[in-house]
């Protein structure tokens, strides 16, 4: 009984948190919001974006790095990417390096490497 309800208290705040970043509701005068728009953009692209920007992305995952990170690749170049273990759960998702994914995420720059923060995925 426990797990149910932890995983029902874990799906509600993730449902929740993705509204946030990419569900932003009314954004016109007078709310009060500094929208952050969401770009469809390549890996080359999303390389030389600021940190914190919004990105949707369409490739492949070709390996896993260890950990939650792994390379994705799409016609312009490879990227490392960071997808929480909980949220394959979440989205009961398997993929393998032959499938063609769209991920949505954000850039997170460290070290002066871009990353992307993999807040949703899905198979093409």
């Known amino acids: 009984m426990r797990k149910y309800v932890f995983w029902n208290i874990f799906l509600m705040l993730t449902v ?18 500094n929208a952050r728009q969401v770009q469809t953009v390549t890996v080359s692209q999303a ?16 390996q896993s ?9 799409d016609s312009t170049g490879d990227i490392t990417i960071e997808v929480d273990r909980n949220l394959w759960v979440l989205l009961d998702l398997s993929v393998n390096a032959n499938d063609r994914v769209e991920i949505r995420g954000e850039i997170d720059i460290e070290n002066r490497t871009a990353e992307i923060d993999v807040k949703y995925i899905k198979k093409l």
Not at 17 to 26: A, C, R
Not at 65 to 73: A, P, S
Request: proline share 5%.
């Open 16 to 33: 929740l948190s993705l509204g946030t970043v990419y569900g932003q509701g009314f954004t016109g005068p007078g709310s009060g919001t």
């Open 47 to 62: 390389r030389n974006l600021p940190d914190d920007s919004l990105v949707i992305l369409t490739g492949t995952i070709v």
């Open 65 to 73: 790095l260890g950990r939650e990170r792994f390379m994705f690749r």
